[in-house]
């Protein structure tokens, strides 16, 4: 959300949000999000989604949709694809 309002979470059930409502002054008004849907629907896109599935996972022990282990993968191709940028050669890529 950035200038626009804000979200926080305590790391458990507690997913909050705000966006500014009014402008003025030292503070802004801001108003709720309703944020409960995310935690009732079990594949919901962007940020709420994820963290959902996080905390899901965190309390079933299940492996969640999006993993590091396959972030390491995706930067493996990155930094592939810019040293054969550099190189003008094929670069194999591993992990």
Known sequence: MGSQGTATWDGG????AQVVAETGGFQSVLDDVDLSTPAQTPKVGGHAGVIADFVRCMRTG??????????????????GAIESAETGHRVPVTW
């Open 62 to 79: 299940e492996i969640p949709e999006t993993i590091c282990t396959d972030n390491v993968k995706s930067l493996a191709m990155v930094l």
């Open 13 to 16: 059930d507690d997913l909050r």
